[in-house]
């Protein structure tokens, strides 16, 4: 995972960009979970190896960039593993989406 994450930017991401992480890596599917479609921020999502292993991915604007949140089997729960990456999100990120919606 180290690959993956020493290859993205010290920035959330775009929709387009997991689009062509996800057209790059034949073996990987990725699921937005950090989504701000106004902003086209994916700040936090969950990639899935070859269906065996998982892991969930977030975007620290604390200054740590992109770090994993958790690694899982495919056999847990994956609705569960969404909801832990949004708790760790937190409301940090709800108050970036109403600052950056705010006219200047």
């Known amino acids: 995972m180290t690959e993956l994450t020493d290859s993205l930017p010290d920035r959330p991401l775009s929709t387009s960009e997991i689009s062509a992480l996800e057209a790059q890596h034949d073996d990987y599917g990725f699921a937005p979970v950090g989504f701000f479609p106004d902003l086209d921020v994916v700040a936090a999502f969950v990639v899935i190896i070859n269906g065996d292993r998982g892991y969930s991915l ?3 604007r604390n200054g740590d960039g992109w770090v994993v949140v958790e690694s899982f089997e495919d056999s847990e729960d994956f609705a569960g593993v969404t909801d832990r990456l949004q708790e760790w999100m937190g409301d940090d990120w709800e108050e970036f989406e ?3 919606g705010e006219p200047e």
Request: aromatic share 16%; hydrophobic share 50%.
């Open 58 to 60: 977030g975007y620290d």
């Open 98 to 100: 109403a600052a950056a």
